[in-house]
């Protein structure tokens, strides 16, 4: 599902189910030595999923460690995004000569928890989803926004290296393009993201696809 968010230069694996047959690499173990065996089978399926996408652009499987706040360190060249919820897991990774940045999340298409969304949202953006309940009764708007920073905040960190919370973001939803805008309301590289999302067999699953300014893609 998540490969309708992304353009072809991204390659992109997900899975509803965890994978018996996955096995973490050097130094992953290390990482989730004391995890539960939930975390443990998440943590180890996104994974699979990553180094499956990676696959397919040809790069051969290897560790992927984690660095700052959790970030995901990708083998030289790669730029990538992991994501997981309950039953749902998923990597998206490109080269990074073509590619700047992507951030992907997937979310149960759900109601957030009690109090969640006055610490997640803006007032303009709840005053902007209860106009988007009213015509489309049927998607959970506030767990869409919720994904929809996570999302954010994937491409924001590995570019800054710096924290961005939630109400530094404001975004709007386009329902009848599936797409939505994140104005960033703090100095950085970009004021403005752009990304895609969907509604499906349960979940709901967002992506920001970040392209290279002009002249300004890695060289190998």
């Given at each position: 599902?998540?490969?309708?968010?992304?353009?072809?230069?991204?390659?992109?694996?997900?899975?509803l189910?965890?994978?018996?047959?996955?096995?973490l690499l050097p130094g992953e173990e290390d990482l989730i030595a004391n995890a539960v065996p939930k975390r443990r089978a998440e943590f180890t399926t996104a994974r699979w999923c990553a180094r499956e996408a990676m696959g397919k652009l040809g790069v051969a499987p290897a560790p992927i460690l984690r660095g700052e706040r959790g970030a995901p360190i990708w083998?030289?060249?790669?730029v990538g995004s992991m994501t997981h919820?309950?039953?749902?897991?998923?990597?998206?990774?490109?080269?990074?000569?073509d590619i700047a940045g992507v951030g992907i999340d997937a979310e149960v298409h759900d109601k957030l928890p009690e109090g969640v969304l006055d610490l997640v949202s803006l007032p303009?953006?709840?005053t902007h989803l209860a106009q988007l309940s009213a015509g489309w009764p049927d998607v959970w708007w506030e767990r869409l926004l919720f994904s929809a920073k996570e999302s954010v905040y994937k491409v924001w960190f590995p570019q800054t290296g710096e924290w961005l919370g939630f109400e530094e973001a404001a975004l709007t939803f386009s329902p009848e393009s599936g797409t939505f805008t994140a104005a960033l309301l703090r100095n950085g590289p970009f004021k403005t993201l752009h990304g895609k999302f969907l509604v499906e067999d349960g979940f709901v699953l967002t992506a920001i696809v970040l392209e290279h300014a002009p002249g300004q893609a890695d060289r190998p």
């Open positions: 599902m998540i490969e309708r968010l992304l353009p072809p230069t991204i390659q992109s694996r997900h899975s189910e965890d994978k018996p047959e996955s096995t083998p030289t060249g790669i919820c309950l039953g749902f897991r998923a990597a998206a990774v490109a080269l990074s000569t303009s953006e709840r």
